[in-house]
């Protein structure tokens, strides 16, 4: 019966000693930016579909043509590093006739992501080489932010957004009647850039062109990549 007592004695101790015990005076500011980036990265896209009446052959179908794809990417001077298969599936297919399913053999499909810098004549001279390959292969090109550019970017966004902050803190404190002192803590977050939007080629169009021929258009008609930051701050108040 003498635990109670003792415990209202030690609240009653720790509720005068949390009093006495200041509060530190603080600022919490989130603050955001964004900028526009030029893309110095072309994404090469390539969707593979073999159909065949076996497991066995469509898997075989889809292999060579994937080999056939990379081939023409290597010889295009594409680094093997920067190829990559992303997606493959081999799958029963079926046909429907009148209401009623019947057995239609294997469906094979991939895709292979290659990527470069950014050069028009290399874009052109890519899309000429798979214009004249296997009709099997469907050719789509995006543009996206290299590693290091979106490092870099991202080195300039926090530097931004600090500043924007530090400034949102300060006018918070003058209307207060007082002044930021050091920053307690930061956390930020790297939105980054959206995944490159890739626009299909009509490869029958491009067969029937020159390989000297403009296929593609100029790097100035690429759009910029809008990347953004976000920077949560604690700030001192004296």
């Known amino acids: 019966m003498r635990i109670i007592p003792v415990l209202i004695i030690l609240l009653i101790n720790i509720s005068l000693l949390a009093q006495q015990i200041p509060m530190n005076k603080t600022v919490t500011i989130t603050a955001k930016s964004e900028m526009n980036v030029n893309p110095d990265q072309v994404v090469y ?95 789509n090109i995006g543009f996206s932010i290299s590693d290091d550019l979106m490092e870099e970017s991202n080195e300039k966004l926090l530097t931004k957004t600090i500043k924007r902050a530090q400034k949102k803190a300060r006018r918070i404190c003058d209307a207060l009647g007082k002044k930021v002192d050091d920053i307690v803590s930061v956390e930020y977050n790297e939105g980054g850039g959206q995944r490159p939007v890739y626009y299909q080629q009509n490869m029958m169009k491009s067969r029937s062109m020159d390989e000297s021929e403009s296929h593609y258009g100029a790097i100035e008609n690429v759009k910029e990549v809008k990347i953004n930051l976000s920077v949560h701050t604690v700030w001192a108040i004296l």
Request: proline share 1%; glycine share 4%.
């Open 45 to 139: 896209s390539i969707n593979i579909n073999q159909k065949r009446k076996s497991f066995e052959e469509a898997y075989d179908a889809l292999d060579k043509e994937i080999n056939n794809a990379i081939d023409m990417f290597l010889k295009e001077k594409i680094d093997k590093d920067q190829i990559k298969t992303v997606a493959y599936n081999v799958q029963k297919n079926y046909r429907w006739t009148k209401g009623k399913r019947s057995d239609d053999g294997f469906v094979a499909t991939s895709r292979l992501e290659a990527k470069n810098k950014l050069d028009t004549r290399k874009i052109n001279k890519v899309i000429s080489r798979f214009a004249k390959g296997s009709p099997d292969l469907t050719l």
